[in-house]
């Protein structure tokens, strides 16, 4: 493949639902371009963007991939999201180094969750947008109403750039507004416009028009004395236009058969974007790097966008901005799905892939050591789905941590660690299908087989009054003996500040010396707990008095004696268990928002707000974490997909007391049970 100039470059990122037809689109597009000699199938595991084992098995995306297409001297980047919301991390990679968003729209279904989502996030990116509304050829294929459901949701500059030619079964081709041709079947043959339509695509095309006109303001003057441009001003409104975001192109088409993909590639080369038409080009060498691939054969491969000069494989030197780590540029590869490949170089805008870099990471800058800037990185979601992971061998309890490790560092939606509090190895994800996928991949690729559960929840334990007791441990076996005798007060400690320790011995009863021995007893209490098994939490320790032996007193006897009066205060000083409350951000339409606030209610939660925004509420809950450790796959079954959340820690609270005395019973039985 030749290296292209930055002119002659498209960055284009598919966004939208599932199954609205961007994977079949690219596959149209390679083959209206005669980069491909067949159309592969979704189905049938065949489409150069679905090569992953699990996303042929699942016959859906699960992975951002890169497809370029060569088309009449110049290169399309096509960068194919996945549509489920699970995945939404993929699409924030894909918006920060594409320069437009096409958001497909299926024809039937309408707008969908994952529609709203991509407009998002080319909105958070300001990144020109267009729309892509999909699989005019499927039964009940309505584009006026799609268009409707657009301007209702999301902007009321939406205009049609092109139109199809019947619908359904009836579905012939698309009409190119600006050329006014009608584009008729899979190959896009010529043909003469339907009489029948004329009238339409004249107001279509002055509609069109007058938004085109909106791109400059002289040609604006123009439309306004003349009442129409020419076609090299029309095109040149439409590019700017599209450019500044003052109004959403709609294209039309079939992604199966491939009707509307010669009209799209035209209208990429001539209307989308090019690379820094809106944005700043770096001096020197820089690169960002938008997405991290763990291959078992090559290594790491880093997927970056050329943001400042060109680029040369061979012996290029650059920086890693966060770690000031030297990295070398050996072979370039084109990325082409599954396939690498090898290029000279790289034009400023471009996208590629470098393979063994050993610092480098999703949302890097590499620089020129000499001139070095820094990008903003990319802002992952935060995961909302947990799992508890469990190495099914010792072989692969060997493995699994530097492998998850590698697992993040492909999807940074991802994030994994160990709860302190109820010693579990916790996965996150964004919801059950993100974190199956995970799990898959982690087989696949690392070797490595883990069994899940639901994670335990990190309950606290803490008291509500001043408790105080005294204890005696004596033990006599012959020989050196143990003694220590400790009078110790509790009383719950002003929140947040975990544990404090006061001495308040007077008169030598105990000696200081013995005083980390007492503290270390206490604090090997802290972490197990005394009545649920839980880390204990904002309490404070008060060594009153006590007795020691000349002859038996040791550091090991003052120890055992901290841990059993401790646990005798804090069972006097009302023991209570408290639970994480976390605050959930829920947008839901606000035809759902009834049933979502009823399940609310059974989930002990406070509803802190609602609020309604367009056509969506907007409710913020408190709910125990308890309650909510699969609430995305409720919230979908509610709204139908259509209800996204987000969740942050907020406090503990009290655990109200008939939950708390079932949590207790229950550990004491499996304590029993470890015991016997």
Not at 630 to 640: A, E, I, K
Request: hydrophobic share 40%; with cysteine.
């Amino acid at each position: 493949m030749k290296e292209y100039a930055t002119e002659k470059l498209r960055n284009v990122a598919l966004l939208g639902h599932g199954a609205s037809g961007k994977t079949t689109f690219s596959e149209a597009l390679l083959f209206a371009a005669g980069n491909t000699t067949r159309m592969g199938k979704v189905e049938d595991g065949s489409t150069l963007s679905d090569y992953d084992a699990e996303e042929k098995k699942r016959k859906q995306s699960l992975n951002l991939s890169i497809i370029p297409i060569e088309y009449k001297d110049y290169k399309i980047n096509l960068l194919d999201t996945p549509g489920f919301p699970d995945f939404a991390g993929e699409m924030r990679s894909t918006v920060r180094v594409a320069d437009l968003g096409l958001i497909f729209v299926d024809a039937v279904a309408s707008i969908e969750v994952g529609t709203e989502l991509a407009m998002q996030a080319v909105d958070d990116a300001s990144i020109p947008r267009a729309v892509m509304i999909s699989r005019m050829d499927r039964e009940n294929a309505n584009f006026t109403k799609v268009m409707g459901d657009l301007h209702e949701a999301f902007h009321s500059d939406i205009v049609p750039l092109m139109l199809p030619v019947g619908a359904s079964t009836e579905f012939s081709g698309v009409i190119d507004l600006v050329s006014r041709k009608y584009l008729k079947g899979p190959k896009g043959d010529v043909t003469e416009i339907p009489e029948s339509m004329s009238a339409e695509v004249d107001r279509a095309r002055n509609k069109l028009m007058e938004a085109a006109a909106e791109g400059e303001d002289e040609l604006m003057e123009k439309f306004f004395e003349q009442g129409e441009l020419s076609d090299d001003d029309f095109i040149r409104g439409l590019r700017s236009a599209i450019r500044k975001r003052t109004f959403v192109p709609v294209f039309c088409g079939a992604p199966i058969s491939g009707i509307g993909a010669h009209a799209m590639l035209f209208s990429l080369i001539n209307y989308a974007p090019a690379p820094f038409d809106q944005g700043h080009l770096e001096a020197g060498t820089v690169l960002f790097v938008f997405k991290t691939v763990a291959d078992p054969y090559v290594g790491k491969v880093s997927y970056f966008r050329v943001m400042g000069a060109s680029v040369h494989g061979g012996d290029t030197r650059v920086q890693v901005v966060r770690t000031s780590t030297e990295e070398r540029l050996s072979t370039l590869y084109v990325p082409r799905g599954a396939e690498q490949i090898p290029i000279g170089q790289f034009s400023s805008g471009d996208i590629g892939i470098v393979t063994k870099l050993a610092q480098a990471q999703t949302g890097d800058t590499l620089c020129d050591k000499t001139h070095c800037v820094s990008l903003p990185g990319i802002d992952f979601p935060h995961p909302l789905f947990a799992v508890s992971v469990h190495p099914k061998s010792k072989n692969d309890t060997a493995k699994i941590s530097p492998s998850l490790t590698r697992l993040i560092e492909e999807d940074p939606s991802l994030s994994w660690g160990n709860d302190p509090s109820t010693s579990e190895m916790i996965l996150r994800g964004m919801g059950q299908t993100h974190i199956e996928a995970a799990l898959s991949k982690l087989h696949n690729k690392f070797g490595v087989d883990v069994e899940t559960s639901i994670p335990k929840v990190a309950y606290k334990e803490t008291i509500t009054r001043h408790g105080q007791a005294r204890h005696r441990h004596k033990k006599q076996t012959g020989g050196a003996g143990q003694f220590a005798e400790i009078e110790m007060a509790v009383e719950p400690s002003k929140p947040g500040v975990g544990y404090e320790f006061d001495w308040k011995v007077v008169g030598g009863s105990i000696s200081s010396g013995y005083q980390s021995s007492i503290e270390k007893g206490i604090r090997s209490v802290l972490e197990t707990g005394v009545v649920a098994g839980y880390h204990v939490f904002d309490v404070k320790c008060i060594v009153l008095d006590g007795k020691e032996h000349a002859v038996d007193s040791k550091p090991i006897a003052f120890e055992i004696a901290a841990r059993k009066v401790f646990r005798e205060a804090f069972e006097l000083a009302n023991p209570v268990l408290l639970e994480p409350i976390y605050r959930f951000t829920i947008i839901v339409p606000s035809d759902h928002a009834g049933d979502v606030m009823g399940n609310l209610n059974t989930k002990r939660s406070h509803v802190v707000s609602m609020d309604q925004v367009g056509t969506k509420s907007v409710i913020t809950a408190d709910a125990p974490l308890a309650e909510m450790q699969r609430y995305s796959n409720d919230l979908r079954s509610l709204t139908q997909g259509r209800g996204i959340y987000e969740m942050k820690f907020e406090r503990y609270a009290t655990v109200p007391s008939q939950l708390a005395s079932a949590i207790i019973a229950k550990h004491k039985a499996e304590k029993k049970e470890e015991e016997e």
